[in-house]
């Protein structure tokens, strides 16, 4: 197993890893819309899923992973009526990919935030 860490992501707020690679397999821990300094992005769901996929980007990318070799996305959603902003929002990042997914309504994220999505990837 081995611990992937990046500068380019945040940094994990409590007592995990940014994700883990077993095999030829990358699972990441989810990804919330913070800026690698720390900083959230307040902005609307749009804006905070398109910061979700920049910190997925940065992981996979320290994985030895891509978007594209992604196999399952979690997505976890403060409010369903939310789903269409999102899944436009997604479907940049997942355009001629298209992995599994799963799409679940939460009461609360971490930091309060709109959106947390999580992704299983194949390594390179």
Do not use: W
């Not at 989810?30 to 920049?54: A, D, R, W, Y």
């Amino acid at each position: 197993m081995k611990i992937v860490k990046t500068l380019n992501a945040p940094q994990a707020i409590g007592p995990y890893s940014q994700g883990v690679v077993v095999n030829n397999m990358f699972y990441s821990s989810g990804q919330i819309p913070l800026k690698p300094n720390g900083e959230l992005v307040n902005g609307n769901v749009q804006e905070q899923t398109h910061q979700v996929f920049q910190n997925l980007k940065a992981v996979l990318e320290a994985a030895g992973a891509s978007l594209e070799t992604v196999v399952k996305a979690t997505v976890f959603i403060k409010n369903m009526e939310d789903f269409q902003a999102i899944n436009e929002v997604y479907g940049e990042y997942f355009h001629s990919h298209k992995p599994a997914r799963s799409c679940v309504e939460v009461a609360r994220l971490p930091k309060d935030v709109l959106i947390e999505i999580e992704v299983i990837a194949l390594i390179k």
